[in-house]
T-cell receptor, first 115, second 114 residues
Framework: AQSVTQPDIHITVSEGASLELRCNYSYGATPYLFWYVQSPGQGLQLLLKYFSGDTLVQGIKGFEAEFKRSQSSFNLRKPSVHWSDAAEYFCAVGAGGTSYGKLTFGQGTILTVHP | EAQVTQNPRYLITVTGKKLTVTCSQNMNHEYMSWYRQDPGLGLRQIYYSMNVEVTDKGDVPEGYKVSRKEKRNFPLILESPSPNQTSLYFC???FGGGLADTQYFGPGTRLTVL
């Protein structure tokens, strides 16, 4: 069965600083990987996803993530954080395929941005 | 506007009092799903539905029921709620259910069972 670990429960950065959120997954085959963001009081919004091909994927809001098979990681990065990026971030791994895909979510990382 | 709606957004109830949380999507999606979110556990899938009259258990189905009589609606039923079902619930939908299909999430329903 697949699993996802987000080692950092809470991260605090200053506005304008760079950001990296860690995600490690466990899955026997080639994984489908996702990052979602949840702003306070809102549902989850998809930031980016990786299925195959280029291991560096670009997403919305200036985020990117890099798939590293050797490290079983899919870390999320942003070069310069804005105050509006304060939210909770979830990494997810998908198993299955074209007919039905099950998502397994990590525990989430809460991002606080200081002015 | 394409969206997933949930009602109510907040609910406080007592143990044993049956309740229903509604979920509706206006995107003609075939796949719908319910998750619960608990601190430190992320989101866990309760039930999902691949189409009308087709539902199946997720990871944590105990204490919940669902039905899918219409394509757009996927209500979550708690027939006898207990305090351990206090949680934040999300409904989601996608076009076909495959991993290539983006899941759209509703705004969430915060349930407290006393």
């Amino acid at each position: 069965a697949q699993s996802v670990t987000q080692p950092d429960i809470h991260i605090t950065v200053s506005e304008g600083a760079s950001l990296e959120l860690r995600c490690n997954y466990s899955y026997g085959a080639t994984p489908y990987l996702f990052w979602y963001v949840q702003s306070p009081g809102q549902g989850l919004q998809l930031l980016l996803k990786y299925f195959s091909g280029d291991t560096l994927v670009q997403g919305i809001k200036g985020f990117e993530a890099e798939f590293k098979r050797s490290q079983s990681s899919f870390n999320l990065r942003k070069p310069s954080v804005h105050w509006s990026d304060a939210a909770e971030y979830f990494c997810a791994v998908g198993a299955g395929g074209t007919s039905y895909g099950k998502l397994t979510f990590g525990q989430g990382t809460i991002l606080t941005v200081h002015p | 506007e394409a969206q997933v709606t949930q009602n109510p957004r907040y609910l406080i109830t007592v143990t044993g009092k049956k309740l229903t949380v509604t979920c509706s999507q206006n995107m003609n999606h075939e796949y719908m799903s319910w998750y619960r979110q608990d601190p430190g556990l992320g989101l866990r899938q309760i039930y999902y539905s691949m189409n009308v009259e087709v539902t199946d258990k997720g990871d944590v189905p105990e204490g919940y029921k669902v039905s899918r009589k219409e394509k757009r609606n996927f209500p979550l039923i708690l027939e006898s709620p207990s305090p351990n079902q206090t949680s934040l619930y999300f409904c989601a939908s996608s076009f076909g259910g495959g991993l290539a299909d983006t899941q759209y999430f509703g705004p969430g329903t915060r349930l407290t069972v006393l």
